[in-house]
T-cell receptor, first 112, second 118 residues
């Protein structure tokens, strides 16, 4: 079974600075998807970024980028120019054959 | 465009009572699923469906039933609620493609339903 580990329960960053959230996963599959989801206090789940395992190029969405290391089974999220609105719980997730497995989450607090 | 709609948003039950959490989507998505979110455990898959008439178990299916009679609706039933089922429940849907990894991947989530079982 796949597992997803987020080793940082909580992190904080100053506004405008850069922060990296860590995620590792365990799987024997070769083709899959990886995601980062954001959950603000409103409880809504918001897709931040998606990575397809067969693509070597790291995904980027505006201020959000990932460092995907397939051999190491690592999928970290970098947030540049952090904004107060980035304060949220962030979940790393693995998907294969319709089943999404989530990590426990990292609470990110952006301070002004 | 309503997206994924869950009802109710909040519910308090007594142990042993039954209830149904409703989920409806208007995006013609083939794939629908239910997750529960507990502190320190992220979201865990309860049941999922890849199309009308087809359902399957996820990671934590015990105590829950589902059915999928239409593409739009995917209700989650608790037949005899227990305090261990106190949680926040999310319904999610996705276009189910033919990529071999379960479609394009992006899940569209409802706003969640907070259930408390006393």
């Amino acid at each position: 079974a796949q597992t997803v580990t987020q080793s940082q329960p909580e992190m904080s960053v100053q506004e405008a600075e850069t922060v990296t959230l860590s995620c590792t996963y365990d799987t024997s599959e070769s083709n899959y998807y990886l995601f980062w989801y954001k959950q603000p206090p409103s409880r809504q789940m918001i897709l931040v970024i998606r990575q397809e395992a067969y693509k070597q190029q790291n995904a980027t969405e505006n201020r959000f980028s990932v460092n995907f290391q397939k051999a190491a089974k690592s999928f970290s999220l970098k947030i540049s120019d952090s904004q107060l609105g980035d304060t949220a719980m962030y979940f790393c997730a693995f998907m294969k054959y319709y089943k999404l497995v989530f990590g426990a989450g990292t609470i990110l607090r952006v301070k002004s | 465009n309503a997206g994924v709609t869950q009802t109710p948003k909040f519910q308090v039950l007594k142990t042993g009572q039954s209830m149904t959490l409703q989920c409806a989507q208007d995006m013609n998505h083939e794939y629908m699923s239910w997750y529960r979110q507990d502190p320190g455990m992220g979201l865990r898959l309860i049941h999922y469906s890849v199309g009308a008439g087809i359902t399957d178990q996820g990671e934590v299916p015990n105590g829950y039933n589902v059915s999928r009679s239409t593409t739009e609706d995917f209700p989650l039933r608790l037949l005899s609620a227990a305090p261990s089922q106190t949680s926040v429940y999310f319904c999610a849907s996705s276009y189910s493609g033919t990529s071999g990894v379960g479609g394009t991947g992006e899940l569209f989530f409802g706003e969640g339903s907070r259930l408390t079982v006393l």
